[in-house]
């Protein structure tokens, strides 16, 4: 199987032209569906286990839900034109101290249903001058977009999915 290249490797050319907004907007709305789908029927032992020191599957869709805090930031000063965005935090403290695996995975896919339909409401009603409006990205040291904010989070959801994907099949395999 192809090995996935670690989040914080992945360079990114911000590069999509304007027409392609809608399209990563519907990437980001259908990421909820997709995690619902992924992860449905699987046992609840299954879904909290994690290989090594990585979370379980439980805790990638909360890692989703800890994040949208950041990605709806990151728009707020992306539309009040501030030059540069908010670091992520990189050690992630939030979703280990969030302890994903105690909660239900119905209320944390509820929580991350709700969050991201706020924030792509949001996207839905930007005026077109702001979807190529820019600030510096603090971690890539590259000026960001706003359509190019929304493929990151597009690009990181689906990392996540992907992480999921593996460790379903790592898990009901063995």
């Known amino acids: 199987m192809v090995q996935k290249l670690p989040w914080l490797e992945r360079r990114f050319q911000f590069d999509l032209p304007k027409w392609m907004y809608p399209n990563v907007v ?16 699987i046992p609840t032992t299954v879904l909290t286990r994690r290989s090594g020191d990585t979370w379980s599957i439980q805790e990638n ?7 949208e805090s950041l990605w709806a930031k990151r728009l707020d000063e992306l539309v009040e034109g501030l030059p540069k965005l908010t670091a992520w935090e990189e050690t992630n403290q939030a979703t280990w101290e969030a302890d994903h695996n105690s909660h239900s995975l119905e209320a944390i896919l509820a929580s991350f249903r709700e969050a991201r339909s706020r924030f792509v409401g949001r996207l839905d009603k930007l005026d077109d001058s702001l979807i190529e409006r820019i600030a510096l990205h603090p971690r890539l040291q590259k000026p960001m977009r706003t359509i190019d904010l929304v493929f990151f989070i597009a690009e990181h959801d689906d990392y996540h999915l992907a992480r999921i994907t593996e460790l379903k099949s790592a898990f009901l395999e063995s």
């Open 26 to 41: 519907e990437r980001v709305r259908g990421t909820p569906a997709r995690a619902e789908e992924i992860i449905r029927d």
């Open 61 to 67: 869709i909360g890692h989703l839900l800890d994040l």
